[in-house]
């Protein structure tokens, strides 16, 4: 089984709001993803959990906050997002070589559309 | 130059054609590659893991050059349902951690 599993599969938000995604597996990954993709566009790395502590956050501001409570969940929380912020949101999840600190192959959720008004 | 750069596309191919698509890297540390594909409005999918001996399933062939530092995929006797984006996805380690970058993409029609 490598399925990642993310909600809402759509959101629609205003500036002034607050809202979370979430992401869940359950196939022992012990490093999850959150990476922002535009339209035409590849996907951006955004944040990297790494056996459940955050490893990597690649600039992102303050507005968008990761949480991950289990080595099997993974939130982005949101609050006064901009309208720029308007896109399709992915996590994916993988083996974690700690040893070797590259990651294993990633595995995508079908993402979290998100729309800021 | 981009860290990860991938042929321009879109390819135009009939149903039965062989297309190939490569993807440069230019950082020599970077240590795992992967293409996924990615349908429209979809999320990616792993299409195969690329290794220095070269990989094979069915119709596709991943081949990594590490020396020349690029990755290729190969695809043979085209479906209409190959149709989609190919994205070359690179793993490298620096000072800073590890890095994971996905090419532009290259976006591929295969018509009856």
């Known amino acids: 089984d490598t399925e990642v599993t993310q909600t809402p599969k759509h959101l629609v938000m205003g500036m002034t709001n607050k809202k979370s995604l979430k992401c869940e597996q359950h196939?022992?990954?012990?490093?999850m993803y959150w990476y922002k993709q535009k339209a035409k566009k590849p996907p951006e790395l955004m944040f990297v959990?790494?056996?459940?502590?955050?490893?990597i956050n690649e600039s992102v501001p303050s507005r968008f906050s990761p949480e991950c409570p289990n080595s099997s969940l993974l939130n982005l929380h949101l609050h006064a997002l901009q309208p720029e912020d308007s896109a399709l949101y992915l996590c994916?999840?993988?083996?974690?070589?700690?040893?070797?600190?590259?990651?294993?192959?990633?595995?995508f959720g079908p993402g979290t559309r998100l729309t800021v008004l | 130059r981009k860290e990860v750069e991938q042929d321009p596309g879109p390819f135009n191919v009939p149903e039965g054609a062989t297309v190939a698509f490569n993807c440069t890297y230019s950082?020599?540390?970077?240590?795992?590659f992967f293409w996924y594909r990615q349908d429209c409005r979809k999320e990616p999918k792993l299409l195969m893991s690329?290794?220095?001996s070269g990989n094979e399933d069915g119709r596709f062939t991943a081949q990594l050059n590490r020396a020349s530092q690029y990755i290729s995929l190969l695809i043979r006797d085209s479906k209409l349902s190959d149709s989609a984006t190919y994205l070359c996805v690179v793993n490298s380690v620096n000072t800073g951690g590890f890095k994971t970058i996905f090419g532009a993409g290259t976006r591929l029609f295969v018509k009856a």
């Open positions: 690329v290794y220095s």
């Open positions: 950082n020599s540390a970077s240590q795992s």
């Open positions: 994916a999840s993988s083996q974690d070589r700690a040893g070797a600190g590259v990651p294993d192959t990633q595995y």
């Open positions: 196939m022992g990954h012990r490093a």
């Open positions: 959990y790494s056996y459940e502590k955050l490893s």
